[in-house]
């Protein structure tokens, strides 16, 4: 089945979503040099591993709207129309670098993915509705035995926003990064020194069906953790692995109040949580109620959609991006101003997105979108520049 169209899915017909709320305030605030139509994405594989690599350049080409890929050069090809069932997409691999070398291609600008795999080339299909993004969650999924991640990234007349992400798996480890007009460089997303391991080792040690998340082939090899989001919809996970904590903010905050202050810029803007009737109603400062939220479940937590949806408007979007940082990091009990952007504070309570917890511990800089709304707190891990003259693509090893 093709994704569905949420923040988690990140749809190639739109500006990615994990960028969406930092492209719309991410054009920069002074005069820049106009943003080539193409810049250069250098690769290096320090991955250590001697199987080929394949990358692919998919999005949406933002002059025309259209799907497709990009080649080496950074040439656009729209994709052809796609059949139900889905028909193979044409081969848009391009040969990566070998072990220990490095390879620059061309990027456009974009709304996509940079995807790489290892070993064989990925089984990308077309429906009438457009591209089939690899769904690993699904056994039968033709990717499910190949070693594959991707990078994010919008290149548009404002700049170049590239990320890491694990919103929806931890698999094989990479860095981003950009060089800036200056000619220094800004990068994200390396693992510490044994960081790979340890991650599964630590996910491994983790009771309450944690380790269900794994995915591993038939020899054993391990391939990726999913995300708690699909381990709750493939039943990996139970589906009330939050509960506990979500009857416990439930309980606070019908005898208190939950501050929400979106808007790091904005600091008179506040919302007011209450909950009665078993809904939390936000009011705004007149008093008047603004948004309400039903009790989330996992899956809406883990995933900041359904019953924490975050429409892009300018309150309940903010609110809700809000709250779903506080669930995943647990910080709703400890602090009633939210959001929490103490780091110490994060993911202290016995329940906790305990996958996203890994995730930051074994991150270098401690930063990455572990899930959909790790910008809360500017807790990602991304690289943006207004006038970038290349971007990174670093393999790491799986050690």
């Not at 952007?341 to 979108?369: C, E, S």
């Amino acid at each position: 089945m093709p994704h569905t169209l949420t923040r988690r899915a990140l749809p190639l017909t739109a500006a990615t979503a994990l960028l969406g709320g930092l492209l719309a305030l991410g054009a920069p605030d002074h005069a820049e040099a106009a943003v080539p139509d193409t810049i250069p994405l250098k690769i290096t594989n320090n991955s250590g591993r001697s199987e080929p690599v394949y990358v692919y350049d998919l999005g949406t080409q933002l002059s025309s709207g259209r799907q497709g890929w990009a080649d080496a050069n950074g040439v656009f090809h729209a994709w052809p129309a796609g059949g139900n069932p889905p028909t193979p997409a044409p081969d848009a691999a391009i040969p990566g670098p070998a072990a220990g070398q490095s390879k620059t291609i061309r990027i456009p600008k974009f709304s996509g993915r940079i995807y790489f795999s290892y070993g064989q080339k990925l089984d990308f299909r077309l429906t009438t509705g457009g591209l089939v993004q690899p769904a690993v969650q699904n056994p039968s999924d033709p990717n499910r035995n190949i070693l594959f991640n991707w990078s994010e990234y919008t290149l548009n007349d404002s700049g170049l926003w590239l990320n890491s992400t694990q919103v929806d798996m931890f698999s094989a480890p990479y860095a981003v990064g950009v060089q800036r007009s200056d000619g220094t460089v800004s990068s994200t997303g390396h693992l510490k020194s044994g960081g790979w391991t340890g991650f599964f080792n630590a996910l491994r040690g983790q009771p309450g069906g944690w380790a269900g998340l794994i995915q591993t082939r038939s020899d054993g090899t391990v391939l990726r953790a999913l995300s708690p989001l699909y381990g709750v919809e493939t039943g990996a996970l139970p589906a009330n692995v939050m509960d506990d904590y979500v009857n416990r903010v439930w309980q606070k905050y019908a005898t208190s109040t939950l501050t929400v202050t979106p808007f790091a810029d904005q600091p008179n803007t506040k919302y007011y949580g209450r909950v009665s009737g078993n809904v939390m109603n936000f009011t705004n400062a007149s008093g008047a109620v603004v948004t309400s939220f039903q009790k989330p479940d996992a899956a809406s937590i883990f995933g900041c959609h359904k019953l924490l949806d975050a429409p892009n408007d300018n309150v309940r979007g903010p609110i809700s991006r809000t709250l779903c940082a506080g669930f995943n990091r647990s910080t709703l009990l400890v602090n009633p101003n939210q959001p929490d952007t103490t780091t110490a504070n994060f993911y202290q309570d016995t329940v906790t997105n305990h996958y996203a917890r890994k995730i930051h511990a074994q991150m270098a800089d401690g930063k990455a979108y572990a899930f959909a709304f790790d910008d809360v707190g500017n807790q990602e891990s991304l690289v943006h520049d207004g006038s970038p003259q290349q971007a990174y693509l670093t393999l790491d090893p799986l050690s």
